[in-house]
C-alpha cells in the first residue's frame, strides 16, 4: 500500500541553522501539507501547497519558513533560521483530489538546541 | 474560526471495557469529521472517518456517528484492547476553508490494561 515517507526521521539543529525536512507524498495525490506537533501538544497546520504554490498558510508559517516541490515526487519545508520554539515534530500529509482525506508521514522529530 | 475540542486525557481501561472519548466541533460550513490514531513513535493513521450527517465511520471495532444536531463526533468501541493504547486524534476539514486543512483537537491518551 502506498505511503507517505520523510526524511529525516529525527534532525538536531543548533539554533540559527537552516534546516530542510524532506517528503515524498503518495504519487497520485495533489495536494500536500506540513503540519507540526510540539510536545504534548495539539497537531497545528502550517501550509497547504497545491500545483505549485501555496494555496493556504497559517499565522505560524511566517518568512523563516518556506515550501518547494523541487522536482515530481519531493515535497520539502525549509526552516531558514531555526529557533528554540521550533522544536517540534513535523508531519508532512498527502491527498488526492477526489477525496479530502490526508495521509500522514511517520514525521520528522526536530531538535534545536 | 473552526475549531474542535476533544475530551481531556488521559483515560485508563481495562482490556474489554467500553470505550467513549467525546468530540464536539465548531464549524462554519459542512465539514467532513475524522479520528486519526497515532501509536508509541509512529504518526498519525486515519482510523475513521464522516463526511455527512448522520454517516457513521467505522473501523477495527471502533465507530462514530457525525451528529449535526449535537455538532458531536464521538469515538466508541464496544471492547478495547491492549493494542489500542494510542492518542486519538478528532479533527475536522471544513470544505469551505480553502485547501482544506485539518483542525485537530488536543488528543486523548489511551492507556488499556490487561
Known amino acids: 500500500e502506498p505511503e507517505v515517507t520523510q526524511t529525516p526521521s529525527h534532525q538536531v539543529t543548533q539554533m540559527g541553522q537552516e534546516v530542510i525536512l524532506r517528503c515524498v507524498p503518495i504519487?497520485?495525490?495533489?495536494?500536500f501539507y506540513w503540519y507540526r506537533q510540539i510536545l504534548g501538544q495539539k497537531v497545528e497546520f502550517l501550509v497547504s501547497f497545491y500545483n505549485n504554490e501555496i494555496s493556504e498558510k497559517s499565522e505560524i508559517f511566517d518568512d523563516q519558513f518556506s515550501v518547494e516541490r523541487p522536482d515530481g515526487s519531493n515535497f520539502t519545508l525549509k526552516i531558514r533560521s531555526t529557533k528554540l520554539e521550533d522544536s517540534a515534530m513535523y508531519f508532512c500529509?498527502?491527498?488526492?483530489?477526489?477525496?479530502?482525506?490526508?495521509?500522514f508521514g511517520p514525521g520528522t522529530r526536530l531538535t534545536v538546541l | 474560526g473552526d475549531s474542535v475540542t476533544q475530551m481531556e486525557g488521559p483515560v485508563t481501561l481495562s482490556e474489554e471495557a467500553f470505550l467513549t472519548i467525546n468530540c464536539t466541533y465548531t464549524?462554519?460550513?459542512?465539514?467532513?469529521l475524522f479520528w486519526y490514531v497515532q501509536y508509541p513513535g509512529e504518526g498519525l493513521q486515519l482510523l475513521l472517518k464522516?463526511?455527512?450527517?448522520?454517516d457513521k465511520g467505522s473501523n477495527k471495532g471502533f465507530e462514530a456517528t457525525y451528529r449535526k444536531e449535537t455538532t458531536s463526533f464521538h469515538l466508541e468501541k464496544g471492547s478495547v484492547q491492549v493494542s489500542d493504547s494510542a492518542v486519538y486524534f478528532c479533527a475536522l476539514s471544513d470544505a469551505n476553508s480553502g485547501n482544506t486543512p485539518l483542525v485537530f483537537g488536543k488528543g486523548t491518551r489511551l492507556s488499556v490494561i490487561a
Open positions: 464549524a462554519t460550513g459542512y465539514p467532513s
Open positions: 464522516a463526511t455527512k450527517a448522520d
Open positions: 504519487s497520485n495525490h495533489l495536494y
Open positions: 500529509a498527502s491527498r488526492v483530489g477526489t477525496s479530502d482525506t490526508q495521509y
